[in-house]
């Protein structure tokens, strides 16, 4: 069953490939790097780890969301990294992971498989895929 399109908390509008962008109305976005996961706690808007191998996520966008990158079909979710996500995130009620995926993947997104052991009730979570118009 494909995922849903995900509509994040920033004004961010993605165009499919090919279609006109249509007038934004945008406003800067703070942008910080992180060491630690739990450094993003207290910062509202997107923390980039500074690691190239954080666990689960690419990024995290305060108050609810780790965003995945990804070209890939099937991109397993590690127990720990979602556990540590989701202890840092300022709105746990309404944590999510969002893979970002290019057109050719987008329609038919599967949900992803958690690798490890997870407490769903303590750690709940869900997932969105949105579309990004890039080449692959």
Excluded: W
């Excluded at 954080?54 to 979602?82: F, M, N, W, Y």
């Amino acid at each position: 069953m494909p995922l849903p399109q995900q509509p994040l908390s920033v004004d961010v509008a993605i165009a499919a490939a090919g279609a006109a962008m249509p007038d934004l109305v945008t406003e800067p976005i703070n942008i910080i790097a992180y060491k630690r996961m739990s450094e993003t706690k207290t910062h509202r808007g997107l923390c980039v780890p500074l690691a190239k191998n954080e666990a689960t996520v690419d990024a995290v966008l305060q108050p609810e969301t780790g965003l995945q990158v990804t070209r890939s079909k099937r991109h397993g979710l590690k127990a720990s990294g979602i556990r540590n996500l989701i202890d840092d995130l300022e709105d746990k009620a309404s944590a999510n992971i969002t893979f970002c995926v290019p057109p050719q993947l987008f329609d038919d997104y599967p949900k992803q498989a958690v690798d490890g052991a997870l407490d769903s009730r303590k750690y709940p979570f869900k997932q969105f895929a949105i579309l990004i118009p890039i080449n692959v």
